[in-house]
């Protein structure tokens, strides 16, 4: 099986940025079973709506996750308690919309997607070990041990992430980290057979301040002032990362970040 995962999609130039790459990529390495992003940046920076969420299905993708930010448009809750294909992170309380895990299918082929939210520099919430614990048992109980599992570790201390894909490997086919927009460079096979890096990127406008245009972010630094944000549009590019998994086992066989620059909006390629 072979997995498209994008980090962060940002803003509305991370939507078009999305919509830019995911056909050359397609065709670059000859489709994929699934294509799952990170949507809880996609609405002006901050959330997610129905409009949006369709526009992805739209596009060809086949899960989204989220992280902290998919509470801010309160909106959006409904989708959350409606739709198996969006989750937000698992470890918040049951009470809260929606759910963290879920079963992606796509023909005869099936996906476990498995969304937690860190605890480290994070807004308190229960322990991701804990909870992975319990939905993994829940899954494998009802779907056998073969079965593929990408988790999305949306969390901001690398060595939170690095040690719960320890605690996971060979448990899960991928752990993915997102939150920090930043691509790391740490990609590889843990002894299990599970794929790690510690952030997958963010989709969007590279040439600011994690998506944001530098100067509505540099008064915060200078002043401690609070500021609004504005989106950046520089420099829009897709990053991800391209799992593929061995079918008997579930488990991974190989990782490969991406990186793919795309036309700024308006110009021709």
């Known amino acids: 099986m072979r997995i498209l995962f994008s980090g ?9 940025a999305l919509a830019q790459a995911l056909p050359v990529l397609k065709k670059e390495w000859g489709g994929f079973d699934f294509t799952v992003i990170n949507c809880e940046n996609a609405a002006g920076g901050k959330g997610m709506t129905e409009k949006i969420f369709n ?3 739209d596009l060809g993708v086949d899960g989204m996750t989220s992280g902290n930010h998919i509470w801010d448009k309160n909106g959006f809750y409904p989708v959350l308690d409606a739709e198996t294909r969006v989750l937000r992170p698992a470890n918040y309380p049951a009470s809260c919309p929606g759910r963290g895990c879920t079963v992606l299918e796509r023909g005869e082929k099936r996906l476990g997607l498995l969304n937690l939210e860190g605890q480290v520099f ?3 919430i229960d322990s991701p070990f804990l909870c992975a614990d319990a939905e993994l048992e829940a899954l494998r109980g009802k779907e056998g041990t073969a079965l593929p599992v990408l988790v999305d570790f949306h ?21 993915l980290g997102t939150h920090t927009h930043v691509q790391t460079a740490d990609e590889q096979i843990l002894p299990g057979g599970t794929a790690y890096l510690s952030d ?35 420099n829009p590019a897709f990053n991800g990362v ?23 909006r308006g110009q021709k390629e």
């Open 200 to 234: 997958a990127g963010m989709t969007g406008g590279q040439g600011g301040i994690l998506g944001v245009h530098q100067d509505s972010v540099l008064p915060r630094f200078l002043t401690g002032l609070p500021a609004r944000f504005e989106m950046c549009e520089e």
């Open 55 to 57: 526009e992805f299905l």
């Open 242 to 264: 391209v799992i593929e998994t061995d079918d008997a086992t579930g488990l991974a066989e190989k990782i490969t970040r991406v990186q793919l620059p795309v036309a700024p």
């Open 155 to 175: 969390a901001e201390a690398t060595s939170e992430k690095k040690a719960l894909a320890c605690y996971l490997d060979g448990r899960v086919s991928a752990v």
């Open 122 to 124: 994070m807004p308190p």
């Open 8 to 16: 962060d999609v940002a803003w509305n130039i991370g939507r078009y």
